[in-house]
T-cell receptor, first 113, second 117 residues
């Protein structure tokens, strides 16, 4: 069965630190990859997505992610985090022609000012 | 306008009550979703409507009954719920146009926080 794993369940950083959140998926075929963010008390919103082409994708708020096919990974990065990046981050994968996303368990990021 | 609205924001109901959750979008989207989310967990897909037809039902208990009256509206009718059904219920939509590999952005509403006593 398809699955998505996010390695870090809780991450605590100080402002200006660099961030990398891991995401690995298990599916051998073509995949479409997403990172969603849920700020405290707010709705889920898309940070970035990868379908094809340049494996380094840029999203909103200075986030980027790199798709490494050989490693089945789609890690999220930000060079310098801010307190306002405190949120829950979810990696999601679609690996078929249906409309279903397979979600990772999420990473809770806390950024200390 | 990239907004999905949901009402009510909060709902408390007893196990014998009947209530409904409402979701609305005016983005012209033709696919709409119901998700259930527990605290600090990812959303769990419940139902998907595509062009007002139910296309995915993730083996959800019959005490949850979805309805899509038109392309802008999605309801979730609740009856005889259990305390473990307490959660945040999220609605989402996307354009519904991709017929092949799924490459859409889902737009989520703020959710209805449901407490079943």
């Amino acid at each position: 069965a398809q699955s998505v794993s996010q390695h870090n369940h809780h991450v605590i950083l100080s402002e200006a630190a660099s961030l990398e959140l891991g995401c690995n998926y298990s599916y051998g075929g073509t995949v479409n990859l997403f990172w969603y963010v849920q700020y405290p008390g707010q709705h889920l919103q898309l940070l970035l997505k990868y379908f094809s082409g340049d494996p380094l994708v840029k999203g909103i708020k200075g986030f980027e992610a790199e798709f490494i096919k050989s490693k089945f990974s789609f890690n999220l990065r930000k060079p310098s985090v801010q307190w306002s990046d405190t949120a829950e981050y979810f990696c999601a994968v679609n690996a078929g022609n249906n409309r279903k996303l397979i979600w990772g368990l999420g990473t809770s990021l806390a950024v200390n000012p | 306008d990239t907004e999905v609205t949901q009402t009510p924001k909060h709902l408390v109901m007893g196990m014998t009550n009947k209530k409904s959750l409402k979701c609305e979008q005016h983005m012209g989207h033709r696919a709409m979703y119901w998700y259930k989310q527990k605290a600090k967990k990812p959303p769990e897909l419940m139902f998907v409507y595509s062009y007002e037809k139910l296309s995915i039902n993730e083996s959800v208990p019959s005490r949850f009954s979805p309805e899509c009256p038109n392309s802008s509206l999605l309801n979730l009718h609740l009856h005889a719920l259990q305390p473990e059904d307490s959660a945040l219920y999220l609605c989402a939509s996307d354009s519904g146009t991709s017929g092949g590999p799924y490459q859409e952005t889902q737009y989520f509403g703020p959710g209805t926080r449901l407490l079943v006593l």
